[in-house]
């Protein structure tokens, strides 16, 4: 097969020529629109990294780690069976979330993001809180 070509198996899957994935989704997490926030966010997160300062190396791997667990944790609980087990990862998800969010008002204490910036990201935060609390709710055992 010749780089032009790409076999029907992966045409359907939306691989073959550098083209990315469009509009192909291949796992149930990928349906979420909690999911699809928390990627959002994950680069909102590295674009305030990028502007933090020499020394503060910290911050910026806390929030790394504490942004990408959010997806991460979302996606893992979408793959699990249980209710239960899916309610589990998507508390951690939202413990992530306000991590993230204290992240950010440490920064903004520190003053090394401005108030606009955390505001607009603590939004996010908050709009992703939301979308986890009611998937927590529907998967909890009661």
Known sequence: MSGAEVSSTNRKAGLGLGLGLGNFMAFDH?????????????????????????????????????????PLNIAEGSGRFSPADKAIFYLRSRASVNESAAVLDACLKLKLIDSVATSENKEVLERIAQMLTKLIKTHRPD
């Open 30 to 70: 990928e349906k979420l629109d909690a999911y699809q926030l928390a990627i959002e966010f994950v680069g909102r997160a590295d674009s305030i990294v990028e502007q933090l300062p020499r020394g503060r190396g910290y911050l910026a791997d806390q929030l790394h780690r504490a942004a990408l667990s959010i």
